[in-house]
């Protein structure tokens, strides 16, 4: 039986295949990973280049994958964008953990299919991510309404918690209020918008941040106003 030595030349990685990065570019990834290169295929150290991937705070997961003879394949999951917050009049996107996708030297991300965030103060973000009480209240509000709509549809005000508003396809106005009973003004919310279905620019805006005493105000017709106990 041929017996082939494993320390040959034959197994010396000679090619290194980048799948799936769309944020990071390319170039990136092999900066990294390169000094595999001319290293045998089952020893060139498999966790310690994943542990050097994972640095890229963009990185979800990353699968090192052995393509015999002599190729590695990085095969790479990353973060979803989750939202666009405008601040200083720049797009930062996150991820629903709150790290920051859109850094420089990274590939450009499609923020129009995106929700968008205006009236955070400047100070929520400190070196690749925002911080932890912004991210708690972003989902404490996004999280049960976004569902009602398509993600591009939503603007969100927050530039006062306790008056936050939706501006919704740039038509219809949603006083929310503050976060308090976010899930019995989802209800309500939803509601309301299969009511109004198809007629968002007949209405002046909706106000559901009395959970009691919810109204959609028409433009030229009588106001609905829901009475609850």
């Not at 089952?42 to 991937?53: A, C, D, M, P």
């Not at 015999?68 to 405008?86: A, G, M, Q, R, T």
């Not at 965030?117 to 972003?138: A, C, E, Q, R, Y």
């Not at 976060?179 to 309301?192: D, H, N, P």
Request: aromatic share 6%.
């Amino acid at each position: 039986m041929l017996q082939i030595p494993l320390n040959i030349e034959y197994f010396s990685i000679k090619n290194i295949i980048i799948k799936n990065n769309q944020i990071i570019p390319t170039a990136i990834v092999t900066e990294k990973s390169n000094y595999i290169l001319k290293k045998n295929i089952f020893s060139f150290g498999k966790q310690r280049i994943l542990k050097t991937l994972m640095t890229i705070p963009q990185f979800e997961s990353i699968n090192v994958i052995r393509a015999y003879p002599d190729k590695i394949v990085i095969d790479i999951k990353e973060k979803k964008p989750w939202v666009n917050l405008l601040l200083n009049n720049k797009d930062i996107i996150i991820d629903k953990t709150g790290i920051i996708l859109n850094m420089p030297g990274t590939n450009e991300i499609d923020s129009t299919i995106l929700p968008v965030i205006k009236g955070l103060p400047p100070g929520v973000t400190s070196d690749h991510k925002i911080d932890i009480s912004t991210l708690n209240m972003l989902k404490n509000v996004l999280t049960p309404l976004e569902t009602l709509f398509k993600p591009e549809q939503l603007q969100f005000n927050l530039v006062d918690e306790t008056n936050i508003e939706i501006l919704a396809d740039d038509i219809l106005l949603i006083k929310v209020g503050d976060s308090s009973f976010i899930e019995q003004k989802r209800t309500t919310l939803k509601t309301f918008l299969n009511y109004i279905q198809n007629r968002w620019n007949e209405v002046e805006y909706i106000d559901i941040k009395c959970i009691k005493n919810p109204v959609i105000k028409f433009k030229q017709e009588l106001n609905l106003t829901n009475q609850t106990e």
